[in-house]
């Protein structure tokens, strides 16, 4: 029986087949993600350099000396690795935990692939059992507050935590999300959100899911 990190690992250690030579890899953020860094040192040879959601993320790579450039110092993203706190039969995706959604979003919009690289427990029938984080201008808390509320959502401070961007967190609970792709939308339209963490426009193109019995690749 492997741990959730075992799996986790295996799905990062899958990932490496999918990144071309020479090429600048986007590189998400998370526990996963920091298990793929650690395998992405091992081919850095073949890497251009990479594109990071996080300071964090940046920091990893750097220490492993594997060059790390600002989004708009690239020409392009052929592909971009990051995981996921929810995964739908979709691919639409709940993003966010640890904070770094807008970045992201940003980066994985702007990849011309995105593999979402997760174990089994990730994988949902419908979106909204895990918080959905909301990035917030701070002088809006309370407005989008209230906002979420209307819309059945029970939002939540994330306490003391300030994104790499300098907003809040709003952490919303008990939201059955049945439409992702209206949701995502409906999200963006309240004034001083700046993100949430519906990943659905852009969704996955690739999902590499591992389970105890092995990888699986969701199209
Ligand atoms: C960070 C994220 C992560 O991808 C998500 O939280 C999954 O993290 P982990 O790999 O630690 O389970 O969206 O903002």
Known sequence: MLTQNQLKLEAARKALAFIPDDCIVGVGSGSTVNLFIEELATIKGRLKGAVASSQASADRLKAHHIPVYDLNAVDGVPVYIDGADEINHYLHMIKGGGGALTREKILGTASDQFICIADES?????????????????MARSFVARELVKLGG?????????????????????MKISKP????????????????????????????LARQNGIEEIR
Do not use: C
Request: proline content about 6%; glycine content about 10%.
């Open 154 to 174: 029970h939002p939540e401070l994330r306490d003391g935590f300030i994104t790499d961007n300098g907003n809040i967190i709003l952490d919303v609970h008990g």
């Open 181 to 208: 792709v209206e949701m995502e939308g409906i999200l963006n339209q309240i004034a001083g959100v700046v993100t949430n963490g519906l990943f659905a426009r852009r969704r996955a193109d690739v999902l590499l």
């Open 122 to 138: 990730k994988y949902v029938d419908v979106l909204g059992s895990f918080p959905l984080p909301v990035e917030v201008v701070p």
